[in-house]
């Protein structure tokens, strides 16, 4: 009998290019397809901005075709809210770690394996969107409990890119801002 491997299950329908992109770029320019500008966030402005994308995210799940790539190399609406929800997680976690420790280096997450394993294609809009906003309020919580002296704490990714918790929020920021835009340009059939 022979043995069944997670990547036995895994279909041609389920692969996207993975994104390899070194996204800390974001801190230092504006970024080209959004138009966000993480740099510019003042840091009192960033939950504004991260509660209004969670909205707009949230509101994408009730699309018909939530679930549906509508682009080869783009996940559906269901896949990146899915994403953005596991981000504010992720980066709450690493707050968490930089105010617990000094300068620890974040654990590596692989996005793309992440929608494969956790099957993000599968999920149901319901509760991924309670769970976004569970999410996205516990991270805003987090940041807003915040003081100046915890903003300056360092950590590192495993390829070298380092943070303060303030840079850290900065960069956040763009994440949920450009998977609005990922939606929306989607949407609009617009590559």
């Not at 009998?1 to 997670?6: A, N, V």
């Not at 840091?43 to 790539?69: F, I, K, M, N, Y």
């Not at 280096?105 to 991924?128: G, H, K």
Request: glycine share 4%; net charge negative.
């Amino acid at each position: 009998m022979t043995e069944i491997t997670p990547d036995d299950l895994i279909t041609p329908d389920d692969l996207i290019t993975p994104d390899d992109k070194d996204w800390t770029w974001v801190l230092e320019r504006p970024c080209p397809e959004c138009g966000h500008d993480a740099a510019l966030v003042d840091l009192s402005a960033a939950p504004a901005v991260l509660a209004a994308a969670t909205e707009q995210l949230a509101a994408a799940l009730d699309r018909p075709d939530v679930g549906e790539r509508r682009l080869p190399d783009r996940w559906s609406d269901l896949e990146y809210v899915c994403h953005v929800r596991d981000v504010f997680r992720r980066f709450d976690g690493r707050i968490a770690l930089m105010l617990s420790e000094d300068d620890p280096l974040f654990p590596n997450w692989d996005q793309d394996v992440t929608a494969i394993e956790d099957d993000y294609r599968s999920q149901d809009p319901v509760v991924v969107g309670e769970e976004l906003r569970e999410a996205s309020a516990t991270y805003l919580a987090t940041v807003a409990a915040l003081t100046p002296e915890q903003l300056e704490r360092p950590g590192r990714r495993s390829d070298g890119a380092s943070f303060t918790v303030a840079t850290l929020i900065q960069y956040m920021a763009h994440d949920p801002v450009h998977h609005v835009w990922d939606l929306d340009d989607a949407q609009a059939g617009i590559v």
